[in-house]
């Protein structure tokens, strides 16, 4: 006999049982990508990595969980602080400034200073920071 032709492989559908795109559905579990610096929710898109999709309300990088009905609930959206500068540690480089996309950085008597009310909480600005003086 052919070594495609015997009971599993090549096609046959016997391989791998359990496993493949409608895994998780099958075990009654839902799959989210949740974003770590502000805990929105988005449905997973079959086929797109959860790490190339971005948050729609902070543009971070977004990761995966899974719900398994009477184990985990959903990650509650957090509410962070807004980003602060330490104005002692700071040196004035203004790095943080051109990284902001609100441009809410301005430069205060050679410090970094964000301003509040135009600061939507992207946090783009703590790792643009060389010093991480910005928490």
């Known amino acids: 006999m052919p070594f495609g032709m015997r009971g599993g492989g090549f096609g046959r559908g016997l391989g791998h049982r359990g496993r493949g795109p409608g895994r998780m559905r099958r075990m009654g579990q839902t799959e989210h990508c949740v974003c770590p610096a502000c805990g929105a929710i988005a449905p997973h898109q079959l086929g797109v990595p959860c790490f190339q999709t971005t948050c729609p309300n902070c543009g971070s990088v977004m990761t995966r969980q899974f719900n398994v009905p009477g184990v985990y609930e959903p990650v509650e959206k ?17 790095k943080c400034v051109p990284a902001c996309p609100e441009k809410a950085i301005e430069m205060r008597s050679r410090k970094a200073f964000i301003l509040a009310d135009k600061c939507i909480n992207c946090r783009i600005c703590i790792p643009a920071c060389p010093f991480s003086v910005i928490s």
């Open 78 to 94: 957090k509410t962070l602080p807004k980003p602060v500068v330490d104005q002692n540690s700071c040196v004035g480089c203004a």
